[in-house]
């Protein structure tokens, strides 16, 4: 596959790419439709996962997608128990699509490569906010860019660094489609001061850059819901873990995350 340098930057590419697919789809009178599980899908869903894999086969012939709409249509590459586990891609082509439908600018294209049961390169792209944050963490190096949906390749922007604990409080970022009691009953353990509520991964991006100190969830997610900024947090010196302090991996049964907890620096 080259270099993690050179992959990095043409997913970087691809994202922005599915962004302006996705942005031409949000720019209509779309339909919805309820998959089989009754989350929403959209035109813009697909379009976005036929770019991102097509782009992916060219960029890394071999290596296996996991990809949101594709697992969905029953299309799971045989990965799990075998040698391929180590490396592959998970791609969810627009979280966020509850945002995408209400038409709030927090949804996401999310991309990103696990290797032994780790994710090391991640690019989440908010193209209706023109933002892209990237992160590889065997370099230890975060960023966010100024990015057009248009594939324009940009520079690497700038760095990004999640902050240490703040001694006046924290700030928390939780869902905003899918907060529940049991995350508020979570946070009133920690000296909370500040709460945003923000939908898709970015939630994961803000404690990236220093703009948010935790970031939990419980319930459900998928990993392709989070690998893409899993990899930005822990590139920009934050972790996930399970709520009890376990490591958090990728390559699971089922591809079923269970509950976490992202923070900034220790």
């Known amino acids: 596959m080259g270099n993690d340098s050179a992959l990095l930057q043409s997913l970087i590419y691809t994202a922005q790419r599915a962004g302006g697919a996705i942005m031409a789809v949000y720019a209509t009178d779309f339909t919805v439709r309820d998959k089989a599980d009754a989350s929403p899908v959209t035109a813009a869903d697909e379009a976005a996962e036929k770019i991102i894999l097509a782009d992916l086969a060219a960029i890394a012939p071999g290596v296996p997608v996991v990809a949101e709409e594709a697992v969905a249509a029953g299309k799971v590459p045989a990965i799990l128990g075998t040698s391929s586990a180590e490396r592959f891609f998970l791609v969810d082509p627009l979280d966020g699509t509850r945002e995408f439908i209400s038409h709030r600018d927090e949804f996401t294209v999310n991309v990103a490569l696990i290797e032994g049961g780790e994710a090391v390169l991640g690019v989440v792209f908010a193209p209706a906010r023109r933002e892209l944050y990237w992160g590889d963490v065997r ?6 860019i100024d990015a057009d949906p248009d594939g324009t390749m940009p520079s690497m922007g700038t760095a990004i660094s999640a902050r240490h604990r703040p001694p006046g409080g924290l700030t928390a970022v939780a869902s905003r489609s899918h907060r529940t009691p049991e995350t508020d009953a979570l946070l009133a353990n920690y000296p909370v001061k500040e709460f945003r509520s923000i939908g898709s991964s970015l939630k994961f ?7 948010a100190d935790i970031y939990p969830r419980i319930g459900t997610t998928m990993e392709w819901d989070t690998a893409a900024g899993h990899a930005v947090l822990v590139a920009a010196g934050g972790r996930v873990t399970g709520l009890g302090g376990e490591p958090f991996t990728y390559g699971k049964p089922g591809f079923r995350n269970g509950d976490f907890i992202a923070w900034g620096r220790e």
């Open 205 to 211: 991006c803000l404690v990236a850059a220093g703009e």
């Open 139 to 144: 370099l230890g190096r975060a960023g966010h």
